[in-house]
């Protein structure tokens, strides 16, 4: 619950301060996640294939054998990484 309302504050003060960029930067992962879902449907509708056996992509690593702990680390340590990258371009641009 507040999920919603935190996305918006956080779009709504990355709007203010003129730094759209760093917030998809440092919110890749949800926003991978969400072009996943986009992708999948998309090509679903304009094809009948689809790209990943299930959206969002999450759920595909863990179709294709991956355990729920090792999805669950390599998220972390890509958000980690996202957002290391996103306080760096802040702080230099």
Do not use: D
């Not at 959206?55 to 390599?74: C, D, L, N, Q, S």
Request: net charge positive; glycine share 12%.
């Amino acid at each position: 619950t507040g999920s919603l309302s935190l996305g918006g504050s956080l779009g709504a003060v990355s709007i203010i301060s003129k730094h759209e960029i760093v917030l998809g930067i440092i919110g890749g992962l949800f926003v991978l996640e969400t072009a996943s879902v986009i992708i999948q449907v998309l090509s679903f509708k304009l094809t009948g294939k689809r790209v990943f056996r299930m959206a969002p992509i999450h759920h595909h690593f863990e179709a294709i054998g991956w355990p729920a702990y090792k999805v669950t680390m390599r998220f972390w340590i890509v958000g980690i990484v996202l957002a290391i990258i996103g306080v760096v371009i802040k702080l230099l641009g």
